[in-house]
């Protein structure tokens, strides 16, 4: 099995060329697919990129009763000698830090983490914060070795131009951590993650197997993951995506609320907006994602001129 290094050398090899801004902007709510590495295993998975667009909503959204009491809440730094997030920052600084990351996250002293998860597979992912908060970026943390990896680092002042973004997601079996596909597997792994506009306290989010996960944003970042028994209309292709019908699905989240720290709705946004033209309004009387993006920012460093999502 490849060590973790190794792993992640592999998310880099296929990404896609940067599209000119205008397409990205023309583009909407339209799907940009890349193979992505699922909660840090050696699993197949996809990522979907998607800004904005919206529908008429069906039913209420603040009505609540169709949702599980799951809980997967962000980490709020302390500073006590036997606080896990000093124990990732701790592992993290041992870390590699491919591209520099390391360097920028540790200026001004220890970073923050802003947001961390445990993964169904037992790998920790977290979120950082420099020490001087002008940086951020995510530190991987092997569940096997406790061997770390810490992603490029991130400016922290966003671009508003390109912070255009809805959401994005990854999806892949979680059958067997340490197989790319297994024959049969009736369940899913989904995850949603991110920087979001600080606003946004409070995430919910709905999967297609109906069921919710909602977490606490620590100042915009946050972990989402969903394990789940795949529907009985989705199957697998052979390199481990779902299929409904023999097509790419596109509704693996199939519903996104986001609440202020007031606990108030602030935008919202169902699956079913994507058939129904690009931004059209969700008819909700709150905002839409677009109003509160996933934060993009320039990569830190001498690549800093290269633009990704956050």
């Known amino acids: ?19 000119p801004l205008d397409v990205h902007l023309a583009n909407g709510h339209r799907a940009l697919r890349r193979r992505r590495l699922s909660t840090g295993a050696a699993a197949l998975a996809v990522m979907t990129v998607i800004g904005g667009g919206a ?62 998860i445990v993964t169904y597979d037992g790998n920790t ?7 001087n ?41 979680a059958c067997d951590p340490d197989r790319d596909v297994v024959p049969g597997c009736g369940k899913f792994v989904a995850t949603h993650e991110g920087r979001r506009d600080p606003a946004v306290a409070r ?52 519903r996104i609320k986001l609440f202020d720290a007031d606990g108030t709705l602030i935008a919202y946004w169902d699956a079913s907006q994507n058939r129904n033209g690009i931004n059209a309004p969700n008819d909700a009387g709150v905002g839409e994602l677009e109003d509160y993006p996933m934060i993009q920012s320039k990569l830190a460093g001498p690549d800093g001129d290269r633009n990704f999502p956050g």
Request: aromatic share 12%; glycine share 10%.
């Open 133 to 173: 908060q002008k940086f951020w970026g995510e530190c991987y943390i092997d569940r096997g070795s406790s061997e770390a990896f810490v992603m490029p680092a991130y400016r922290i002042a966003p671009d508003p131009q390109i912070s255009n973004l809805g959401y994005g997601y990854g999806v892949g079996q």
């Open 55 to 116: 529908y008429a909503v069906q039913g209420d959204p603040d009505k609540g009763n169709d949702r599980d009491t799951t809980t997967v809440a962000s980490q709020t730094p302390d500073t006590t000698p036997s606080d896990p997030n000093q124990q990732i920052v701790e592992t993290c600084h041992e870390a590699d830090g491919r591209n520099g990351g390391t360097k920028y996250l540790w200026r001004g002293g220890a970073p923050e983490v802003m947001a961390s």
């Open 125 to 131: 992912r977290a979120y950082l914060r420099s020490g």
């Open 1 to 19: 099995m490849p060590d973790l290094h190794d792993r992640f050398d592999t998310l880099f090899d296929d990404e896609p060329q940067h599209r």
């Open 203 to 254: 995430v919910e989010v709905r999967f297609f197997d109906g069921k919710w996960e909602k977490v606490d944003a620590n100042e915009g970042y946050y972990y989402v993951e969903h394990v789940g028994t795949l529907p009985d209309d989705i199957t697998w292709a052979k390199d481990g995506m779902p299929l409904r019908n023999g097509q790419n699905i596109d509704d693996v989240i199939n």
